[in-house]
């Protein structure tokens, strides 16, 4: 038994269900010492076990069928009773990651026909019921009725089948695990279908790979594991309480980045815009490449990364002495502070777990998150030669002239007074340029190196790892290539890794997307100059993963049972399927609100533009024209409620900004981040919390819905005065609109109350009787307001304010530079 094959045992434990659940082979179809196993499903994994190893000649890669022996499949066929130790380490795995199964009443349907639930539910009793289609990763949206036909499993089993003849690693296999099986349910039949066959399966990987380093290192012996075995069997009641459920089995490690918005933003240049998004693409290669130099100098996989993205990392390991990690956390940092100076830090501590601790996993994770925010006030002192590397003076001297012009520190020669560039500042731009019409990472490892890193390459190198990004592929050994921007698996080739989020980008110049803006109507240019900033957050995460943790000792409580829940399982299903609405299906909406509408208006001009600085985790900061962003606000708001299928609990908070093109982008960062946080502090007078979702336009906090409103409002002002409609106004209408709400308020307030007076809004109108159409947009505010509850109600008359600011910018008069 080696690392590889405790890794594929584990992996294939599981995967008779799907099999069985094709109807293809009966149960005496099988061999004969498969069918006296009692449970189903081991037989038809050992089956498959079986047939790669037997038949190399059909095409199964060399890598299964050496490693898929006798021995796995005994493992895998015997995981409900196993017959040696390494059998035991599976089942004690799979039972550890199954605690999280919820008993569920047996519905009236056909196992087969049973589809996955979206997790969102379980957090929000008032969100939709949504369950996944049985397809491919490709589709990731959860909808309220699904159906599943008899054939598609068949279907989906055999496109896995006929993609398993490329695979190489066990990341690849991985991979198509993720790929084929993430919208599978893992337990159809007397419990909640809430975990897929691909989440249950990586989980219980990952604890076979754990408890298998222990056990041959010497810290668990086969002795300890019957212990577990038998603590963990369901008509045990109190046997956790052996001092083996409290010895530090686990080691949990977490990094998180800060100065990232100095470091990000900290860009003045004709090039600012390649600069930036080669600064982003390395915020996302730096967690990805750090977490992955720990993984693999411990002897571990990706399987054991529970998260990786947005700025920070998860991995959970085994025991790992304190040595080893401070050396591993002391070279990465080290190699930081030489490329960046004090930039960027990246802090990396851990926590030793006992299995007790992790059935309170989520309360762990925010201990450690604690012990993490003092380390990072304690910047560098991890550093090995400190003094060395930080304190003492360096030799080199950088005279007048010779100095960076971007970040003032590293010498730069045969420069040009004017723009001066450091090779560091430098690779930035050539990360963009090399990603912009790229489609794959390529991965080569190579032998690690001491070398000061001159270049972000080299800091990479340092690592062990040579990047580069490539618009095609070459089949090579000894690489490991990754797709950008989508799960779209190739016909004869199969990846290492999907890096989803934003790569590519088209266009670099703010200038030129500012006059994105403008539209030439009777041969005038209409329309500011400006860029529009948004950045948006997911709410309420802390308080969702402590619902979460909360929910499994609630079923414990209500079950009155002594069995504990591990929530590992699902807080990774949680925060995968969160990233995977903003690595997908926000990068998806972007480009759809670039594309040209030729019905639109008769309005002439470019198409508008969307600068992705980063999407990932759950979060999103982007620059571009502001119809365009006003626009997406509103999508990507619409699109995570119809995701989640809640409107209270999973919501989206927003900052918009609209500034010049040539506004600083520190200060213009800064700007919008401010207006998200007001935007998630905000409360009215009678509420005792904040509700969040809620949108921070420059001053102004509006509902999504308000903001709607005040977007159609200024497009019937634009309409009017730019007469796209027959509809002339003068542009003197907008400051009449803007003097308008000291009337509208106090209707406003009225309506709210449920009293209204029909001569006040009479009034009102003849007020603005010579803008008809905009009278009755917003008399009909009052009247929703009357009838309707809830998020349809306006309570903020300053989106009028709003719609005029908007308004002004796209009907002043343009100019051309």
Not at 582 to 598: A, Y
């Amino acid at each position: 038994m080696d690392d590889t094959k405790i890794l594929l045992s584990s992996l294939f434990h599981d995967i008779g269900k799907v099999l069985e659940r094709t109807k293809k082979f009966e149960k005496q179809e099988l061999p004969q010492e498969f069918q006296k196993i009692s449970y189903g499903h081991p037989r038809y994994s050992a089956f498959l076990v079986r047939v790669i190893r037997e038949n190399s000649d059909k095409n199964f890669p060399k890598f299964l069928v050496e490693n898929l022996t006798e021995e796995v499949e005994d493992i895998v066929l015997n995981h409900h009773n196993p017959t040696n130790e390494y059998g035991l380490i599976v089942q004690i795995a799979d039972w550890l990651s199954s605690s999280e199964r919820e008993e569920k009443e047996e519905q009236k349907v056909q196992y087969t026909n049973i589809p996955l639930s979206a997790p969102f539910k379980r957090i929000d009793e008032n969100a939709d019921e949504l369950f996944y289609p049985l397809t491919t990763l490709e589709n990731i949206f959860p909808q309220k009725e699904v159906k599943i036909d008899p054939y598609e499993y068949d279907k989906l089993f055999n496109e896995f089948l006929n993609k398993l003849k490329y695979v190489e690693s066990f990341e690849q296999l991985l991979l198509l695990y993720e790929y084929f099986f993430s919208n599978v349910p893992a337990q159809t039949v007397g419990f909640e279908p809430d975990i897929s066959i691909y989440d249950h399966s990586r989980i219980t990987t990952a604890l076979s790979h754990i408890l298998y380093k222990n056990y041959t290192n010497g810290i668990l012996t086969r002795e300890d594991l019957e212990k577990i075995k038998n603590g963990l069997l369901p008509q045990k009641k109190n046997d956790t309480q052996d001092d083996i459920f409290n010895k530090k089995l686990f080691t949990f490690i977490n990094g998180d980045l800060s100065g990232i918005q100095s470091f990000l933003f900290n860009v003045s240049s004709e090039r600012a815009g390649r600069m930036l998004k080669g600064k982003s693409i390395f915020l996302d290669l730096l967690t990805r490449y750090s977490a992955k130099y720990i993984l693999e100098n411990t002897g571990f996989t990706q399987v054991n990364a529970i998260y990786i993205g947005g700025g920070n990392f998860e991995l959970l390991l085994s025991y790992i002495p304190e040595d080893t990690l401070k050396k591993l956390r002391s070279f990465i940092t080290e190699n930081l502070w030489k490329l960046l100076g004090e930039d960027l830090y990246l802090g990396i501590e851990w926590m030793y777990l006992s299995i007790n601790d992790l059935f309170n996993f989520i309360e762990k994770k925010k201990e450690l998150k604690n012990i993490l925010e003092k380390r990072k006030k304690s910047r560098y002192k991890e550093i090995d030669n400190f003094y060395d590397v930080i304190i003492k003076p360096k030799d080199e001297n950088i005279g007048e002239g010779e100095y960076c012009t971007i970040c003032g520190k590293k010498k730069v020669k045969d420069a040009s007074p004017q723009e001066r560039w450091c090779n560091t500042c430098n690779s930035f731009v050539e990360l963009a340029n090399d990603a912009i019409k790229a489609n794959y990472l390529i991965e080569e490892k190579v032998n690690l190196r001491t070398n000061t890193p001159d270049t972000i390459f080299d800091f990479f190198k340092n690592l062990g790892y040579s990047l580069k990004f490539e618009p095609h592929i070459e089949k090579k050994p000894n690489i490991r290539i990754y797709k950008l921007e989508d799960v779209i698996l190739n016909e004869d080739f199969i990846p290492h890794g999907f890096l989803l989020g934003s790569f590519k980008i088209d266009i670099t110049d703010f200038e030129e997307i500012a006059k994105r803006n403008m539209k030439k109507i009777n041969n005038e240019n209409y329309g500011d100059m400006k860029l529009a900033y948004l950045k948006m957050d997911a709410d309420n995460m802390g308080s969702i993963f402590k619902k979460l943790s909360e929910k499994e000792r609630e079923k414990q409580k209500d079950n009155n049972s002594d069995k504990k829940s591990l929530a590992l399982t699902r807080y990774g299903i949680l925060s995968r399927r969160i990233e995977l609405f903003f690595e997908k299906e926000v990068l998806k909406l972007i480009k759809d609100c670039q594309k040209s509408d030729e019905n639109q208006t008769p309005e002439k001009g470019k198409k508008g533009y969307i600068y992705p600085i980063f999407i990932g985790g759950d979060d999103l900061f982007v620059i571009g024209t502001y119809d365009e962003i006003n626009d997406l606000a509103l999508k990507v708001h619409n699109k995570y409620s119809e995701y989640t299928g809640s409107k209270n609990v999973f919501t989206i908070s927003g900052g918009i900004y609209y500034l010049p093109d040539n506004f600083p982008l520190i200060r213009g960062a800064s700007l919008v981040e401010e207006g998200l946080e007001r935007a998630k502090s905000f409360k009215y007078p009678e509420e005792e919390t904040p509700q969040k979702g809620k949108l921070c336009i420059e001053e102004d906090i509006l509902s999504y819905k308000e903001f709607e409103k005040a977007i159609k409002i200024s497009n019937d002002i634009t309409d009017g005065i730019l007469k796209y409609k027959g509809e002339k106004f003068s542009r003197a209408v907008i400051s009449k609109i803007q003097r308008s709400i000291k009337g509208f308020n106090p209707l406003l307030e009225a309506s709210l109350k449920g009293k209204i007076s029909p001569p006040a809004i009479w009034r009102f109108m003849y007020y603005l009787r010579d803008y008809p159409k905009l009278a009755n947009e917003l008399s009909d505010i009052l009247l929703t307001n009357l009838f309707e509850r809830g998020e349809e109600r306006i309570r903020n008359p300053r989106l009028i304010i709003v719609a005029t600011k908007i308004a002004k910018m796209k009907t002043r008069r343009g100019r051309e530079q």
